[in-house]
């Protein structure tokens, strides 16, 4: 399982606060906590920082690979911000979140994917479907969007295919029609990564992390070997060791075994 | 989500000498705690009393359903003692668990399927397979038993195949077989519910509720809709709460917002 780690996302406020203030303990604390706990990738988003989202990125860039070596994902709905962001970074892969088939996101963004060989989140979207939430439009889609990509010369096993995941509070069949999608995509494009936010799901629900890291399980189960979330949230953690023995992803247990040792798959208050 | 109450078998000490000494009040409480907690069949064994079984089965058939009105689930590998129990049962459905191809035991329990028009436990065993670990021999003993029960008249509905959950511990792969056999047996025969008692998935490893939790949500996305568990588990439940949710198979979150009311989804300690 391949684990972008969200936390350091200007949309959260804390965040915000911390990269307006140029708080570099608070930005370098966090990515050490992600990278330690077992994030493949750190996003880096500080879109909320209107006017300043380029300077801003670049230096969230500097900082965090100061202090960590894990590969770093550019989080920005701007192409120039992203450039910018992606020119700072010195490791390779470097991450790239996101391109969809949107006319305004699809030919701003695929240079990019191009000019630094990047691994890049797809997400299901396009002008005409939208953000599709029935299994049909989500296919339909994921496949324009992938035979795209790799039309265009991007590497199949650089591609993750993020099928969009919406509040099962407001249509009862969209997580099933996820994990559908999620299951057709890795069969339809052998090597592709599916990968998800979980979070939305539970959107005015009451117990949202148990819905959260059930959400998990049934993706790993489905297929998915990607996911965008917190590696501090230690519940989560242990649903995404479980499910990785269950789904026949962890030979002899070692993972799990070592997530136990360290204290992980004990609920907090144990 | 069918879930057939496991707690009333005599392999677990207590039981067994609530049992050997008839302990009516034992039985009864936990037979009622086991129907409101959501158990829609109660499993009633009684294997563990050699040279008594039959009438301590009769016996505890009669006090259990002094008690509670959901259907019992006959629980025998004698099928003498399985018959004076299903004998003993006034309401319907009943429940037999269980069937195999096994030549001990498929013609042996065929007549009591059709003699109580009993829902059935059918286990993927027979005697060339033995208890088949992976997908093919899996899916190859579940058709012929589904072939087989479907030719001798048993509707196709009354049928809960259980493709047999194995120690992960010792076959990294073996949770992966039971899932994809899971989704190609419903798949197959539409109408047909499968089945799986979970704990044998954690065998020998650590944090074992966690692992059956996490199997449990995953067999529910594989398309299972029943299971043998302790509906008294509260984390079991709330898992299986969220997993419904989450295949579309709870309708405006119906049961999932009933059962946060009833404090059934926050975890025992908080």
């Known amino acids: 399982m391949f684990i972008i780690g969200e936390r350091i996302n200007s949309t959260r406020k804390r965040v915000k606060e911390a ?21 493949g990738a750190i996003d880096l988003n500080a879109a909320a920082l ?3 989202e380029k ?14 070596s894990v590969p770093l994902c550019i989080d920005s709905p701007d192409a120039k911000a992203a450039r910018a962001g992606l020119e700072r970074v010195k490791n390779r ?22 000019d630094f060989d990047a691994s890049v989140v797809a997400l299901c979207a396009d002008d005409k479907y939208g953000m599709p939430k029935n299994f049909e439009d989500k296919l339909a889609v994921a ?12 590497d199949v096993t650089r591609i993750y295919v993020d ?3 919406f509040p099962v509070g407001t249509d009862s069949q969209c997580s099933r029609a996820l994990l559908a999608a999620i299951s057709a995509v890795m069969q339809k494009y052998p090597g592709v990564h599916t990968v998800a936010g979980l979070s939305n799901v539970s959107y005015g629900l009451p117990e949202r992390k148990l819905l959260n890291r059930t959400l998990l399980a ?17 519940e989560l953690m242990a649903t995404m060791y479980a499910a990785e023995v269950l789904a026949g992803r962890d030979e002899f247990c ?7 040792r360290r204290g992980v798959l004990k609920p907090p208050e144990a």
């Open 19 to 39: 990269l307006a203030n140029r708080d570099v303990q608070y930005v370098q604390n966090d990515a050490r906590l992600q990278a330690d706990a077992g994030a």
């Open 254 to 260: 070692a993972e799990y075994i070592g997530a136990h």
């Open 55 to 68: 300077e801003t990125l670049c230096w969230l860039v500097d900082v965090v690979q100061d202090v960590v």
């Open 163 to 165: 099928c969009l995941v």
């Open 143 to 154: 496949t324009a969007l992938l035979d795209g990509l790799i039309r265009d010369g991007v």
């Open 50 to 52: 209107v006017g300043q």
């Open 218 to 234: 049934m993706a790993i189960g489905a297929g998915m070997d990607a996911a965008i979330l917190d590696p501090l949230d230690t």
């Open 93 to 114: 892969p470097v991450f790239l979140n996101s391109i969809s088939l949107e006319k305004n996101r699809y030919p701003t963004f695929l240079p990019l994917v191009k």
